[in-house]
C-alpha cells in the first residue's frame, strides 16, 4: 500500500469539494488499515476517516495529517441457513452491492438499501435510514455486529453493545472494518417493481444530477428540514457555485466550481432564516472535515 502526499480530495466526495490530504492511502485488506494507523500513531498524525464521500464536507484549506480512504477495502460473503440470509460486508463495499443481493433473493432490505449511496462503513458510523414507512428504516434493523480497528488489535462487537440513535451510533472505536447482516429469508414477490417505483420517485424527488451530499440537514421532531427549508423561500438560493436545489430544498447542489466556503455558507444562511421564521434548530447530516 503506498501513502501518497499531498491528495486533491475533491474526486473522493459526492459533493466535489475539498483540498488536499497531507498524506492520503486506499487500503485493500484490513491489515492494510492497521498498517495505515500504525503508520500515523508513529508519526503522530492524526486520522480522518474517508468512506464512501457522502455527507462529508471538506475543506478548502484540505486535512491535516493522514486520510484513510475505505473504497478499496470492499468485497461480501453470502450464506443462507434456518430460514435467514447472513452477509459480512467490507466497510468500503458499496451500499448497492448489498440492494443487489437482498434484491436477487426478493428481500425487503432491497427497498431500504436502493436510494442510499455511499459504503457500509458510513452507514453504520450514521446508522443511515430513510425518510419512508419501510422496515428495514435504518442501519441498526440489518446489522448483528460490527468489527472495527485501531492500529493495535481488532475488535467485534454486537447489535446490543453498540449504541444506536437518529443518524448516529457509538460503542465502537477507530475504523470500523466490517459488519455482519442478516434478515429473514421470506420474499416478497412484488419487490422487484416496489424497488423499480421508489427509485423512480427518487429520481423525480431529488436532484441527482448533480454533485450533492445527499439531504443536508437532519429532520427535526415532528417536521421536515426540506419542507421548512423551503417554506422560507430559500429554494434556488445560490453562494458561489452552490445552490440550494429548486428539486428538493434539503440538498444543497455543486453547480459548478463550489467551494467549502460556498457551501458552509449557504448551510449558515439557511439556519438563520428557518430560525428566525420557525423558531427550529436545524442540525446538520453533513460533518465538517479537515481544517477550519
Not at 473504497?71 to 460486508?89: D, P, S
Not at 432491497?110 to 435504518?138: H, W
Not at 475504523?175 to 414477490?189: C, E, F, Q, R, Y
Not at 429548486?246 to 455543486?254: G, L, Q, R
Request: hydrophobic share 40%.
Amino acid at each position: 500500500m503506498q501513502i501518497q502526499e499531498r491528495v486533491s480530495l475533491k474526486e473522493w466526495t459526492f459533493w466535489k469539494i475539498g483540498g488536499l490530504a497531507d498524506y492520503f492511502c486506499l487500503p485493500t485488506t484490513i491489515e492494510e488499515v492497521q498498517n495505515a494507523l500504525s503508520w500515523a500513531g508513529e508519526r503522530g498524525l492524526p486520522v480522518t476517516v474517508l468512506g464512501g464521500g457522502t455527507n462529508v464536507l471538506i475543506s478548502d484549506a484540505g486535512i491535516a495529517g493522514l486520510v484513510i480512504a475505505m473504497r478499496g477495502l470492499r468485497g461480501t460473503t453470502v450464506e443462507e441457513r434456518m430460514g435467514r440470509i447472513y452477509v459480512v460486508a467490507l466497510a468500503g463495499t458499496p451500499k448497492s452491492e448489498l440492494t443487489k443481493i437482498f434484491l436477487s433473493r426478493r428481500l425487503q432490505p432491497a427497498l431500504f438499501l436502493c436510494g442510499l449511496p455511499g459504503d457500509v462503513g458510513g452507514g453504520v458510523v450514521m446508522n443511515a435510514g430513510v425518510t419512508e414507512i419501510v422496515k428495514p428504516r435504518e442501519f441498526v434493523d440489518l446489522v448483528d455486529w460490527v468489527e472495527f480497528c485501531d492500529g493495535r488489535e481488532v475488535a467485534r462487537r454486537s447489535r446490543e453493545e453498540l449504541q444506536w440513535k437518529y443518524r448516529h451510533s457509538s460503542g465502537w472505536h477507530g475504523v470500523i472494518v466490517k459488519a455482519g447482516l442478516s434478515w429473514s429469508l421470506t420474499p416478497d414477490p412484488d419487490l422487484p417493481a416496489k424497488v423499480k417505483a421508489a427509485t423512480k420517485s427518487r429520481l423525480e424527488r431529488q436532484p441527482l444530477e448533480l454533485p450533492s451530499c445527499g439531504s443536508t440537514f437532519k429532520n427535526p421532531t415532528g417536521a421536515k428540514a426540506g419542507a421548512l427549508i423551503d417554506q422560507a423561500g430559500l429554494k434556488g438560493y445560490k453562494i458561489g457555485g452552490a445552490m440550494i436545489s429548486p428539486k428538493h430544498a434539503n440538498f444543497i447542489v455543486n453547480v459548478g466550481g463550489a467551494s467549502a466556503a460556498d457551501v458552509g455558507a449557504i448551510i449558515n444562511h439557511i439556519r438563520q432564516v428557518v430560525k428566525a421564521k420557525f423558531a427550529v434548530d436545524l442540525e446538520t447530516e453533513v460533518r465538517f472535515l479537515g481544517r477550519t
